[in-house]
Nanobody
Framework: QVELVELGGGSVQAGGSLRLSCAAS????????MAWFRQSAGKQREWVSS???????NYTDSVKGRFTISQDNDKNTLYLQMNSLKPADTAVYYC????????????????WGQGTQVTVSS
């Protein structure tokens, strides 16, 4: 059974940093399209960042310049470095995976982690 396990959440003050990790089991992340999503209380889950099939990172506008996505294929782990955190970044953060074929990602995010809470206080 595929498993994605997020770690690294916590509570920080505004301006602080956190590094999230997503360790994959029974799934080779280099063969999948990977992404981070988040969901704040009372809001829909939103896409935060992903790595394109050509290796380029992509970010939602609100985190550009502050968050950095990366993956370590040897460790089969996805990361999200979050700097200059703001209270608006408070959310449960999820990693997700969908199959890829060459330069094409499947349309559906098939696999999700359980999420890790990030709380940023002002």
């Amino acid at each position: 059974q595929v498993e994605l396990v997020e770690l690294g959440g916590g509570s920080v003050q505004a301006g602080g940093s956190l590094r999230l990790s997503c360790a994959a089991s029974r799934l080779t992340i280099s063969s999948f399209c990977m992404a981070w999503f988040r969901q704040s209380a009372g809001k829909q889950r939103e896409w935060v960042s992903s790595i394109s099939t050509d290796g380029r990172p992509n970010y939602t506008d609100s985190v550009k310049g502050r968050f950095t996505i990366s993956q370590d294929n040897d460790k089969n782990t996805l990361y999200l470095q979050m700097n200059s955190l703001k209270p608006a970044d408070t959310a449960v953060y999820y990693c997700a995976a969908r199959p890829r074929s060459g330069l094409t990602c499947a349309t559906t995010w098939n696999y999700w982690g359980q999420g890790t809470q990030v709380t940023v206080s002002s």
